[in-house]
């Protein structure tokens, strides 16, 4: 990834993330980052070392472990929202 492409990529996450839109990146496969090396990363932007784990971040962070299982539990709700999780 060239300097100017990494920029615009980090650009466009930073606008997302300025818009309320959590931000994972997982390009590449720990040969090159998307951020510049002097940038900080705003909260809500995360960059992982592969696609894989950039995946697996979103399953550990956003994922209940209930939707793993075989029966409906309902329980996990939030004001307006349907659950369709599973218990064991």
């Known amino acids: 990834m060239q300097a100017a492409d ?3 990529v980090f650009a466009a996450a930073c606008r997302l993330v ?4 959590e931000v ?3 390009i590449g ?7 510049p090396t002097s940038a900080v990363l705003p909260i ?9 784990e950039a995946a697996q971040w979103v399953v550990r962070e956003h ?3 209930r ?11 939030g004001a307006g929202q349907v659950a369709l999780g599973f218990v064991k």
């Open 6 to 8: 990494r920029d615009r």
């Open 63 to 65: 994922v209940n472990n």
């Open 44 to 52: 809500g932007l995360v960059e992982a070392v592969t696609p894989t």
């Open 18 to 21: 300025s818009q309320g839109v």
């Open 67 to 77: 939707l793993v299982d075989t029966q409906p539990d309902h329980c996990q709700a």
């Open 29 to 35: 496969h720990g040969d090159f980052s998307a951020v």
């Open 24 to 26: 994972v990146l997982g």
